[in-house]
């Protein structure tokens, strides 16, 4: 496996995380107490949302490496 193989396993595993993320985010605010602490979560949530279309635009832009 080449180093640009390496990489794309590298963002992958970080779009998983951040789906992971957004999952845990989306939850505690659907069960948050108070509207301020739900904002604060559905915020993060939406951080995670973007983070995750960055990683993806970056995977997008690195071609595989040919055996």
Known sequence: MGSGDDFRVLIQFAIREEQK????????????????????L?????????????????LASIEPTRA
Do not use: C, F, M, P
Request: overall charge negative.
């Open 42 to 58: 559905e915020g993060l949530h939406e951080q995670e949302v973007q983070h995750e279309k960055k990683l993806e635009a970056l």
């Open 21 to 40: 993320a957004q999952r845990t985010y989306a939850d505690l605010a659907a069960r948050a107490g108070d509207s301020y602490t739900k904002s604060i």
